[in-house]
């Protein structure tokens, strides 16, 4: 199944991390499990390897993939996520995904 992401975005790679951070949140690709190469992912979504580049560098550093050389591109363990961060959030919310409780925030707050 071929996917063309191409649109009016503004760069081409924000949708493709939109689209494998919400794969990913959703339990798509599991915790531990391998993301598709770059070069696999290039042909699905028709971008270029700098967009799909910029797209995984952008989830490591939202914590969401880890990078082992020679071996790929890992989901990282929720512990990792830094789910306070904006882009982060947006994707989720954007996704209706709730990334912590209210509950679990309030006491975060009172640690601070």
């Known amino acids: 199944m071929k996917t063309n992401l ?3 975005k503004k760069y081409l790679y924000d949708e493709l991390l939109g689209t494998l951070a919400t794969m990913i949140l959703k339990g798509e690709y599991p915790i531990g499990s391998q993301l598709p190469k770059e070069q696999e992912l290039c042909l699905e979504y028709g971008l270029s390897r700098t967009s799909v580049r910029e797209a995984l560098h952008s989830l490591r550093n939202m ?3 880890i990078s082992r050389p020679k071996a790929g ?3 990282a363990d929720r512990l990792q ?4 961060d904006s882009l982060l959030l947006d ?6 995904i709730e990334l912590f409780k209210i509950s679990e ?7 601070i």
């Open 73 to 75: 591109t890992f989901v």
């Open 81 to 84: 996520w830094k789910i306070l």
């Open 91 to 96: 994707i989720a919310d954007e996704a209706g």
């Open 63 to 65: 914590g969401l993939v």
């Open 105 to 111: 925030l309030e006491r975060f707050r009172r640690v």
């Open 6 to 8: 191409k649109s009016s």
